[in-house]
């Protein structure tokens, strides 16, 4: 294979990518919201309602699109950037960081 070849799939895969990107929908991050053992640590029922109300607002729009709701953000590869930022903070509690994900995607819907 020539190196134009290479060259041009490389910038069809780049733009394959890309439209994928600007395709994601709200299932691609429930996976990452999804409350686990350590989510409802020391929490009173009243957070963990919120919790399950929130996260069950974002199952029944899971089929939706995405949009990028931080404008100084240029692509939605950067938004994922943000959201897994926010998840991988150490500092945080568990349900904290899902929470703010699931308030940030709520906003983010593409209606």
């Not at 069809?12 to 395709?23: F, G, P």
């Not at 029922?45 to 939706?64: A, D, G, S």
């Not at 991988?88 to 995607?105: P, Q, T």
Request: aromatic share 10%; charged share 35%; no cysteine.
């Amino acid at each position: 294979m020539h190196r134009l070849e290479k060259n041009i799939l490389h910038h069809a895969n780049k733009r394959r990518e890309q439209r994928q990107l600007s395709k994601m929908r709200i299932k691609d991050y429930l996976h990452k919201v999804k409350a686990n053992k350590y989510t409802y640590n020391n929490l009173d029922n009243m957070l963990k309602i919120h919790f399950q109300l929130r996260y069950n607002n974002l199952k029944k729009h899971q089929e939706k699109e995405v949009k990028n709701i931080f404008h100084y953000l240029d692509s939605m590869e950067e938004f994922n950037l943000k959201i897994n930022l926010l998840l991988s903070n150490e500092n945080d509690s568990d349900y904290f960081k899902k929470y703010e994900v699931m308030k940030i995607l709520s906003e983010a819907i593409k209606y």
